[in-house]
């Protein structure tokens, strides 16, 4: 029997090895809304066999696909969920700049959120990103540039429009760093994605286009949907990790700068630990605000399903967070 080493607010017991609960009441619903595809960012699954998987297999009921800058996949997935008898809600992952006073300097730094259950024909929220987009190819051109330079110093061959191209083709969805180590992997230049990271690509990164909280948030709730704020004590991920390793210091400044923005904070993730869950649904629960979960799963390795999120998640999407409240224990 495993030990418990913490409770949430279920009273389920915590392991505190992976923060995941070993679940001694029965779960009435899987939920897992934070999964990357093909077909829309940089998942290496189509959208056929995650669902497949998903709800043969792991038998997920409620389930979202949130790939970056990209709602292209969001149609086919509402489908595939119909067919499958699976509930689903509409998902994105945005990247924001985010800046506090009283953290390292004021310097900017990356984060991710997450929208929820917008409307997909939104023009505005199509347009804008597309114009993500866009800059993503851009973005990759000026890193083919930067990493030409390195070769130039190294006497190694450049890159030309040719590999460009090449690195393309190879993209279902979002062009991203990831494609470009791959692509770097494949023609010998390094020996896996960690070593084009850690000798090329963190060297010769190019910032994203920007979009601040503010837009994120008009952009998702202008489009009928929510914004969350994703993995915020994610340590190896954009969160506010980057700003403070202290948990008690990111609520307080999720307290400070972000509650005009956001709607709710993703407490559930394969990263978080015991302590991170048991703060993060504490301080949610306190403000009021939706409190979302999910694997983060690029199948690589296959983890959707597998972080437990507990039933009122779905509540809180399903009916709204103020009457899943109303319903607790
Ligand atoms: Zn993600």
């Known amino acids: 029997m495993p030990l418990c080493h913490g409770k949430d607010l279920e009273g389920q017991c915590l392991d505190g090895a992976r923060g995941v609960p070993y679940t001694e009441k029965k779960r009435e619903m899987k939920i897992d809304l934070h999964i990357h ?6 998942g290496h699954w189509s959208l056929a066999e995650i669902f497949a998987e998903g709800a043969e297999k792991r038998r997920i009921n409620l389930i979202s696909i949130t790939d970056h800058d990209s709602i292209s996949a969001q149609g086919q997935a509402i489908e595939l969920a119909k067919a499958y008898g699976m509930m689903y809600i509409t998902g994105v992952e945005l990247n924001v700049t ?5 953290h390292k300097g004021g310097k900017a730094v990356s984060l991710d959120c997450l929208g929820y259950q917008f409307d997909i024909d939104n023009t ?24 030409n330079r390195a070769f130039a110093e190294q006497g190694l061959p450049a890159f030309t429009a040719a590999d460009l191209d090449a690195i393309e083709a190879g993209v279902d969805g979002a062009i991203g760093r990831p494609h470009i180590a791959t692509y770097m992997v494949n023609k010998g230049i390094v020996s896996d994605q960690q070593e084009a990271f850690d000798r090329y690509l963190v060297a010769c990164d190019v910032p994203k286009m920007p979009l601040s909280l503010q837009e994120a ?9 929510k914004l969350i704020l994703a993995h ?12 403070t390793s202290a948990v008690q210091d990111q609520l307080q400044i999720i307290h400070d700068a972000m509650m005009a923005y956001i709607d709710g904070v ?6 978080h630990d015991v302590g991170t869950i048991v703060a993060y649904e ?23 399903g597998e972080v437990d999120v507990p039933d ?18």
């Open 124 to 147: 505005r929220l199509v347009k804008k990103l597309d114009a993500l987009r866009d800059y993503r190819k851009r973005r990759a051109t000026l890193i083919l540039e930067n990493l």
């Open 37 to 42: 595809s093909k077909e829309g960012s940089d």
């Open 217 to 225: 948030s008009e952009l998702i709730r202008g489009a009928g949907g």
């Open 312 to 329: 009122y998640v779905g509540e809180h999407f399903l009916k709204g967070v103020h009457a899943a409240m109303r319903g607790a224990p």
């Open 282 to 304: 504490t301080f949610a629960r306190s403000a009021g605000l939706i409190i979302s979960g999910g694997s983060d799963c690029h199948q690589h390795p296959v983890l959707m």
């Open 98 to 102: 985010f800046s506090h006073p009283a």
């Open 266 to 271: 993703e407490c559930w993730h394969s990263r």
């Open 232 to 243: 915020p004590n994610d340590p190896n991920g954009t969160s506010l990790v980057s700003l």
